[in-house]
Nanobody, 117 residues
Framework: QVQFVESGGGLAQVGGSLRLSCAVSGSTFSISGMGWYRQAPGKQRELVADISLSSSGNAYYANSVKGRFTISRDNAKNAVSLEMNSLKPEDTAVYYC?????????WGKGTLVTVSS
């Protein structure tokens, strides 16, 4: 049984900041990577950022968020955070946490981020 605890969504002003957090738990659950995706109304879900939980800690960012968002990890807690700065209206979306284990992806329920001007 995989359980996600996502938090940190809400309303922000243009240019403001929000921090999303996601922790995953489950018995015999070995996670190799975690990330954040988002889906805006009428659009497809897209990858925002992800990070390996291996020793490399390699991270990937979508071009649209590079330099503004930072993903970080806490391996001991199977958790990731997404620090979002310089928010824009186009960042408005439901943000979903994803965890990858043994090649399979598991999704959180999502948290809404609204950026208002």
């Amino acid at each position: 049984q995989v359980q996600f605890v996502e938090s940190g969504g809400g309303l922000a002003q243009v240019g403001g900041s929000l921090r999303l957090s996601c922790a995953v738990s489950g018995s015999t659950f070995s996670i190799s990577g975690m990330g954040w995706y988002r889906q805006a109304p009428g659009k497809q879900r897209e990858l925002v950022a992800d990070i390996s939980l291996s020793s490399s800690g390699n991270a990937y960012y979508a071009n649209s968020v590079k330099g503004r968002f930072t993903i970080s990890r806490d391996n001991a807690k199977n958790a990731v955070s997404l620090e979002m700065n310089s928010l824009k209206p186009e960042d408005t979306a439901v943000y979903y946490c994803k965890a990858v284990s043994n090649g399979l992806g598991y999704w959180g329920k999502g948290t809404l981020v609204t950026v208002s001007s």
